[in-house]
């Protein structure tokens, strides 16, 4: 009968047997063509599932006995040990026509909640508050009296609460504790299970056959994956907003495009996925709200270019100039390379302009101090931040050690900052696996370097057969340098994949102690290589090209090939195309695969899952069909890379800061789109601040000052016209055939001229020296001055809030006086001296605290 259902088992004890029956329950259901969906082994059906695992067994395998042995043996001792530690589990088996999906909901019971919410020094709220929504351009649109169509009232807003360190001996102390079921968040008992799975263990320890991270690498388990708190959509019927459930209010009120300028509900998604995600959001919607007035600024800059290009006097003497001024060849008068007019090149000269006059040098400026302010004010933000999630003092207090470290670490040491012992890999051991990292990179980086080569060894022999061609001549430099970037755009993006993978074996292979040391220098060496990656060839055109050209009859020759010199337009217009080319370009392929490659991988997923499409799929399996989350180190080097690509060459492309943020408005949608919608719910991990990155962001803002002022005294023509002004003519009428050395005799076939400051001899002139020396000092008093200056930006504003500084300040003084207040108790009270001497010493007199802190706390946000 195609109707027969399979019931579930009540008697789970001898499971090789019962595994037996349902596989060949199945096997029939399979030949008779009945789709099969059906709990087994069940426990409480109270129980909520925190976490669930995901194995695969083909109904007809055509594996080896022995491999599935193995992986049969790997599975059973997993789950035998999971069970030993307290987790209750639930199977359900759902067939297709090939293969039986098995999905094992586990659940952490009250008393192992508490012993791991203990072990793992989780935050317990003791008081609640009104969670405070301070917001600086609310203020200020409130202030000037303007509607802010930004603020948005989001339902459910989570409380604030006063916390401490969780500890099950002073449970009644704790609000909600009363209620077992809801006194632990999902977000809570889901890191509980992950760390438990984690840390378990599945073959011998000596060979770290530990983790569900490494049965997942071996294909054992499918996936592993908490629970969406059900759909994204919105019901049909009308509901109201507080109603909805979190992935709801998620999507309806951040996820969806029509929110796109709206403030982000960042405690929501704190709540939801947890303080690392929260911040990477937070740092985001900082950053993009930053940009807004570099881009105006940036956008006035450019058209101050646009406007005052037809006062240009030394473009219209060249537009103007005909035939006065032949230039010598590009290349060898040998291979067929013409003499040809600066006339010919007029547009372009114009072009150059608008990336290339004294505007430009105040945008230098002003972007160096905006970098080194929203650094600062990120800082006070992070702040924050950090205090209102019970995350400020987590990296050195509360972080553990990472569980492949525990498995692999060879002894066991007191930790100095908690007096526990733990386990420990020696630093001397350390020492040579750090060495060979920083090898790979070595080597890496000198392909990239060779990478380069190539790039520039094409971009000649490709402009050569072009200049040869009259009808491309004016166009040659252009076409080739355009190409080239493209070029080298394509081999960026492949170097990086090959590279990523590589700097993620060392990096496990380096044993660091927390995972936030593993991100820290996975980080770092990602940063470094993609560094060098994206930015070598545009320091390369800002710094170096068109500097060792030499001058006619004395070229200098670069592997047989004659050096390159730089766009007709001048090096800075040709830096200005390699930044678009590689900037945007980037982040279109960035934005195209975020949205293209989700689709993809979910397309891929499906099919190889192939589950019954039909039928009414629960919970775990709906979630199931969704793929893998990859986690944020992509989308922070996206954004550093950017934040590099608008800071340290910014003198060449004020409009760099404008794409930069219309890029940040879409890529907040598609990360929140990607999370809410795409992709599974990644296990909500704990983090004080953005990490190592605010280092890199720091270090690429100093970079910025010395990359700018470089740019403006040695790519720009901003100093030699500035200097022409003040010595021949202040209209800088001349200027063209001032700054145009002639060709000395007997050097070629025709009396030429080149870009140069040079006398008929070929030696540098006396203005060329004076250039020089203004140049070099140019670039120290911008570099004093800019320095200086954020030194004082600095030291005006602080890192922490002066509020928030005497409110962490307040709460530790009246922790320490309730503690001294005990002991002069335990002193005096001798009756209870005994009771005194049983209490945990941390713990004692909570409610005395709370009840000081709140009133602290409220006395310090009336001041």
């Not at 704190?270 to 105006?296: D, H, M, Q």
């Not at 545009?538 to 030499?550: H, L, S």
């Not at 499409?613 to 080097?637: H, V």
Request: hydrophobic share 40%; charged share 25%.
């Amino acid at each position: 009968d195609k109707s027969r259902k399979l019931h579930a088992f009540t008697n789970c004890k001898d499971k090789s047997s019962e595994r037996i029956k349902v596989k060949g329950l199945l096997r029939i259901n399979a030949i008779m063509g009945i789709p099969t969906r059906h709990p087994s082994c069940l426990s409480d059906t109270k129980n909520q599932s925190d976490f669930i695992l995901v194995y695969e067994e083909l109904l007809e395998t055509k594996s080896s006995n022995s491999e599935v042995v193995k992986v049969g043996k790997w599975r059973q001792k997993f789950m035998k040990n999971l069970r030993k530690v307290g987790l209750e589990m639930e199977e359900e088996n759902v067939q297709s026509q090939k293969k039986i999906t098995t999905f094992i909901k586990l659940h952490a019971p009250w008393d192992v909640c508490c012993f791991y919410a203990e072990d793992l020094c989780m935050r317990a709220p003791l008081q609640a508050h009104p969670n405070p929504s301070n917001n600086w351009s609310g203020k200020i649109l409130k202030m000037l009296r303007i509607p802010n169509v930004m603020a948005e009232e989001v339902p459910n807003k989570p409380l604030d609460y006063y916390t401490c360190a969780f500890k099950k001996s002073k449970l009644n102390r704790f609000l909600g504790s009363d209620n077992q079921e809801t006194y632990f968040s999902i977000t809570q008992r889901g890191r509980i299970v992950w760390e438990i799975l984690a840390t378990t263990a599945y073959g011998k320890r000596k060979h770290a056959e530990i983790g569900v991270e490494r049965l997942l690498e071996e294909e054992i388990y499918k996936a592993a994956y908490a629970l969406h708190d059900g759909t994204f959509e919105k019901p049909k019927q009308p509901i109201r907003p507080e109603k909805l459930n979190d992935r709801q209010i998620l999507y309806e009120y951040w996820a969806r495009w029509g929110k796109w300028f709206k403030y982000q509900p960042l405690d929501h998604i704190r709540e939801y996925f947890g303080e690392k995600v929260g911040i990477y959001f937070a740092w985001l919607g900082f950053y993009t709200a930053w940009l807004l007035p570099a881009s105006v600024i940036g956008v006035i800059v450019f058209l101050y270019g646009v406007f005052t290009m037809t006062s240009n006097v030394p473009a219209n003497e060249i537009c103007n100039s005909g035939e006065t001024f032949k230039m010598c060849p590009i290349c060898p008068e040998n291979i067929g390379c013409p003499y040809w007019y600066i006339s010919d090149v007029c547009i372009y000269v114009k072009i150059s302009y608008l990336f290339d006059h004294p505007g430009t040098v105040l945008y230098a400026v002003f972007t160096s101090f905006w970098a080194v302010t929203f650094l600062e004010y990120w800082k006070r933000k992070n702040a924050s931040l950090a205090h209102h999630w019970d995350v400020l003092d987590f990296e050195e207090e509360e972080e553990r050690p990472r569980p492949e470290y525990v498995v692999k670490a060879p002894t066991y040491e007191k930790n100095p900052i908690t007096g526990v012992k733990e386990p420990y890999f020696p630093e001397r051991a350390r020492l040579p696996r750090i060495i060979s990292g920083f090898a790979a990179i070595t080597i890496m980086i000198t392909i990239v370097i060779v990478f380069i080569i190539a790039v520039i060894m094409y971009r000649v022999l490709v402009s050569i057969p072009l200049f040869q061609s009259k009808t491309l001549r004016g166009k040659a430099s252009l076409i080739a340098s355009m190409s080239s970037a493209v070029v080298n755009l394509i081999l960026i993006m492949s170097l990086s994949k090959v590279y990523e993978k590589l700097a993620f074996k060392m990096t496990q292979w380096e044993m660091h102690r927390t995972q936030t040391e593993f991100d820290d220098q996975l980080t770092f060496k990602v940063f470094i290589f993609q560094f060098v990656n994206f930015y070598s060839s545009i320091f390369y055109i800002a710094f170096f090209k068109g500097r060792f050209v030499g001058y006619p009859g004395h070229y200098n020759s670069f592997f047989g090939l004659r050096s390159e010199e730089c766009n007709n337009g001048g090096c800075l217009v040709e830096l200005a195309q390699q930044l678009a080319v590689i900037m945007i370009g980037k982040q279109i392929i960035n934005n195209a695969q975020e949205i293209i490659v989700p689709k993809m991988k979910t397309f891929i997923h499906h099919m190889k899952i192939k589950m019954n499409k039909n039928a009414i799929k629960t919970r775990w399996e709906e979630d199931y069909n969704l793929i893998e989350s990859q986690g944020l180190f992509d989308e922070y080097l996206e954004m550093v890379l950017q934040f590099g690509f608008i800071t340290i060459f910014v003198a060449a492309f004020p409009l760099a800061p404008l794409f930069a943020l219309l890029n940040n408005w879409v890529e907040i949608r598609l990360d929140a789109q990607k999370y809410v919608c795409e992709t599974r719910r990644p296990v909500a991990d704990r983090a004080q601040d953005i990490g190592v990155w605010f280092s890199i962001l720091d270090g690429m803002a100093q970079l910025a000052v010395i990359s700018n002022a470089f740019l403006i005294a040695f790519t720009s023509e901003f100093l030699p016209r500035l200097l022409y002004q003040f010595q021949y003519d202040s209209n800088l009428d001349g200027f063209t055939d001032f700054s145009l050395a002639v060709s000395p005799n007997g050097t070629m076939n025709q009396t030429c001229r080149y870009r140069d400051f040079r006398d008929k001899e070929g030696h540098y002139t006396l203005f060329y020296w004076h250039l020089l020396a203004i140049r070099l000092g140019f670039v120290i008093v911008f570099e004093h001055v800019v320095f200086g200056i954020c030194r004082l930006i600095d030291f005006m504003v602080p890192d922490v809030p002066e509020a928030l500084e005497i409110k962490i300040k307040r709460e530790r003084y009246l922790a320490k006086q309730a503690l001294a207040d005990t002991d002069t108790i335990m002193m005096n009270d001798s009756s209870d001296a005994e009771m005194a001497r049983g209490l945990d010493e941390e713990d004692e007199d909570l409610e005395k605290i709370s009840v000081k802190i709140d009133s602290a706390i409220k006395k310090s946000e009336k001041s």
